[in-house]
């Protein structure tokens, strides 16, 4: 057993080794590989089996210690089966089938904590940083030229287009009238002659001017 705990003394980093931290360590170990070893050939082992008890118990707790992880729990396993070890011997407590199913378990479960504390601890992932939303430019107003309201009552002025069916007969009336007085017809001699409104003789006098 001694032979097999110190083949597992690598374990032990080289660079954080303390010997008397490890020499402390095995004979801790040493001294509970026998209480172990009897709980186990109490519980119906047989002698050569019975030592992979305190084996697996031993290489549980180097992993343990080296890695800095499960040293409360594999300290806490040993004190127990230490514990229910002396207890059996003594007498005190009967071997029941809780007490061998749960030495039975010894081996599966440190063989499967071995096996979680080699596996490297991640690093736990720093939280994403989002960019700050970019500021909305409000859009530049910019003065809208409102026209000036008409004064009231005035009527609207608006041109003639050429559209306008009495255009050409305007402007004959235009030359004659121009001809005689040197004028251009006044806005009633439209009105009178082509026989239309004030707005379309406004229209068609805007025309006749350009």
Known sequence: MI??????????????RDFLGALALLAALVATASAEFQLARACGYGAIVAGCIPGALDIYALRAFSVKRDVPAVVTALVLTNALAHLVSAGL???SVPLVVAVSAIAPLALYRVKALAAPVSAP?????????????????????????????????????AADELLPKARAFAAEVRSATGKAPSLRALQAHLSIGQARAQRIRAALAT
């Open 3 to 16: 032979a097999a705990i110190a083949k597992r003394a690598d374990l032990i980093p080289m660079k954080n």
């Open 93 to 95: 407590i009967p071997v």
């Open 125 to 161: 992932q720093p939280a994403p940083v989002t960019a700050p939303a970019p500021a909305l430019e409000r859009p530049v107003e910019r003065p809208v030229a409102v026209p000036a309201p008409a004064p009231a009552g005035a009527p609207a002025v608006q041109p003639a287009t």
